[in-house]
């Protein structure tokens, strides 16, 4: 396992976190579609069909997450920066980090109100 130097070339923050690189709006739609296609085949008395239609949607999730690349992403800009190696060690997604952050940018436009 390789540690990785994981600040941002972007704005030198030292926190990032590890994600798949895949749209979350395809993502999102794909479970949707699973969950009404599903239903369409469990209302028409077909549980075969409504579980395989379930079983067919987790299987192309499991590919695309063993394909997908990671990437990091920056908790300050949320620069994404990719060519990331599997083995890396990067934390993943930290809530309490995150909302520190939020915190901060907070703070900061309250400081010097944008000029507009
Ligand atoms: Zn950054």
């Known amino acids: 396992m390789n540690a990785v130097s994981s600040s941002c070339p972007v704005c030198g923050c030292d926190d990032m976190w590890r ?3 895949f749209p979350q709006s395809i993502g ?12 369409w085949a469990w209302m ?3 549980p075969v069909w409504a579980l395989g239609i379930l079983l067919f949607f987790a299987l192309i999730d499991w ?18 920066i990719s060519g990331l190696p599997n083995e890396a ?9 995150q909302e520190r ?10 400081q010097s109100p944008p000029a507009n």
């Not at 794909?30 to 239903?39: E, N």
């Not at 695309?64 to 994404?80: E, F, G, T």
Request: proline content about 4%; glycine content about 2%; some cysteine.
């Open 19 to 21: 994600q798949k690189n």
């Open 28 to 39: 999102l739609f794909m479970v949707g579609l699973a969950m009404a296609l599903s239903t």
């Open 44 to 46: 028409r008395y077909e």
């Open 63 to 80: 590919v695309l997450y063993i394909v997908m690349p990671d990437v990091l992403v920056c908790y300050r800009c949320r620069a994404r």
């Open 89 to 97: 060690i990067v934390p993943k997604f930290d809530l309490e980090i």
């Open 101 to 110: 952050y939020r915190q901060e940018e907070i703070r900061r436009n309250q």
